[in-house]
């Protein structure tokens, strides 16, 4: 049973558009959520978080929206940049030193 | 800061054989890790979680009697593949909680091919 989903395997966005990565979970005990962009064969890179008490969190071109009653959180980047390219990971977890939980990711394409 | 060294990143190892993976925490005490295992183009699915000190705690379906995990100390954590098969073969990150700040860093992740 998938407790994080990311249900669009890919997105193709323009150079300079908007980026939009939805990630919707079923684990009402998660307070804590993060995106995390990876590259083949290495390890993921932090991006952004937001905790449950908060619904926006900004950092320069990402930001991340959480809509606890939708269960649903999302990551805009823009302008979309071509470095942007890569695998894109929500995770989540429960109060406490508990693991993460990952979606199955979302590859973004950034066309110039 | 809040760095996690993880060692080999590449390894080949026929059938049969052990492989040990090292991770480090270098500027910060891990009390937990994490280990993952990540098959192509899927998610990072959560293995095991290892304390210092006592015995790691396995996932669903992970035989503990195959991946050895050892924290013996507070800066480094192993995982052992032993007699590995080539369906072993994966990418194996590991992940530690750093304390007194809300937050996850990760290895560089070891890809493992087993031939």
């Known amino acids: 049973d998938q407790q994080v989903k990311q249900n669009s395997p890919s997105l193709s966005v323009q150079e300079g558009r908007i980026s939009i990565l939805n990630c919707d979970y079923t684990?009402?005990?998660?307070?804590?959520f993060l995106w995390y962009k990876k590259y083949p064969a290495e390890g993921p890179t932090f991006l952004i978080s937001?905790?449950?008490?908060?619904d926006k969190n900004e950092d320069g071109r990402f930001t991340v929206f959480l809509n606890k009653s939708a269960k649903h959180l999302s990551l805009h980047i823009v302008p979309s940049q071509p470095g942007d390219s890569a695998v894109y990971f929500c995770?989540?977890?429960?109060?406490?030193?508990?693991?993460?939980?990952f979606g199955k990711g979302t590859r973004l394409s950034v066309i110039a | 800061g809040a760095v996690v060294s993880q060692h080999p990143s590449r390894v080949i190892c026929k059938s049969g054989t052990s492989v040990k993976i090292e991770c480090r925490s270098l500027?910060?005490?891990?009390?937990?890790m994490f280990w993952y295992r990540q098959f192509p183009k899927q998610s990072l699915m959560l293995m095991a979680t290892?304390?210092?000190?006592?015995?790691?705690?396995?996932e669903q379906g992970v035989e503990k009697d195959k991946f050895l995990i050892n924290h013996a100390s507070l800066t480094l954590s192993t995982l052992t593949v032993t007699s590995a098969h080539p369906e072993d073969s994966s990418f194996y990150i590991c992940?530690?909680?750093?304390?007194?700040?809300?937050?996850?860093?990760f290895g560089s992740g070891t890809r493992l091919t087993v031939v």
């Open positions: 992940s530690a909680v750093v304390p007194k700040r809300y937050g996850y860093t």
């Open positions: 684990n009402s005990m998660f307070d804590y």
């Open positions: 937001i905790s449950s008490i908060k």
């Open positions: 995770a989540a977890s429960a109060p406490g030193n508990t693991p993460l939980v």
């Open positions: 500027d910060f005490q891990a009390t937990t």
């Open positions: 290892s304390n210092e000190g006592s015995k790691a705690t396995y």
